[in-house]
DNA sequence: CATATGGCTCAAC
DNA sequence: TGTTGAGCCATAT
C-alpha cells in the first residue's frame, strides 16, 4: 500500500541530528531543521524538543540562532540546560550568550544548499 | 476544517 | 546592542 507519511517521521530525524551533536558543542534549532532536510522548520524543530519524550537525546545542545537558551513554558527548564552546557565546557557571557563561532557544530555537508531566501518585498 | 500558538529566524530600525 | 515586525508551517484544540 502506499506509505501514509506520518508526522512522527520528522520527529524522529531531528532527533537523529541532535543525537549526532557532539559533546562540549551546540547547534541551532535552523541548523537542525536543514540538516534534518526540514530547512526553513526551525520551529518544529522547537516543537520536536518540546514534546521530546524519548531519553537519550541531548536537547540541551541546541540553542537559539543568537546562540542564547530560549524561553519556554516551563520555567527552570532554560537553567537546567545551561547547567547541563557549562558542565560540558560551553561558557556563557555575561548577557547569558555563548559564543556560536567557537562551540557551533560543523558536521560535514559539501556545498549543500542553503535554505532559500524569503521573497522580500521591497528594498 | 478553521484558529491559535510556538524552545525560530531574518532583516530593518 | 536591543527591539520590532513579519514570515514560516507543524501541532494543538
Do not use: C
Request: proline share 5%; no cysteine; charged share 30%.
Amino acid at each position: 500500500m502506499g506509505a501514509v507519511k506520518l508526522s512522527g517521521d520528522n520527529y524522529d530525524r531531528i532527533y537523529a541530528v541532535v543525537r549526532r551533536i557532539p559533546r562540549g558543542h551546540v547547534a541551532t534549532y535552523g541548523q537542525i531543521a536543514d540538516l534534518a532536510g526540514l530547512d526553513g522548520r526551525a520551529r518544529q524543530v522547537g516543537y520536536a524538543m518540546r514534546t521530546l519524550t524519548i531519553e537519550g537525546v541531548p536537547w540541551h545542545r541546541v540553542v537559539n540562532a543568537r546562540g542564547q537558551i530560549s524561553a519556554r513554558a516551563e520555567p527552570g527548564s532554560d537553567l537546567i540546560q545551561r547547567q547541563l552546557l557549562e558542565s560540558e565546557g560551553v561558557v556563557f557571557d555575561a548577557a547569558d550568550r555563548l559564543k556560536l563561532e567557537d562551540y557551533r557544530w560543523r558536521p560535514k555537508m559539501d556545498g549543500r544548499p542553503r535554505r532559500r531566501p524569503r521573497a522580500q518585498d521591497s528594498l
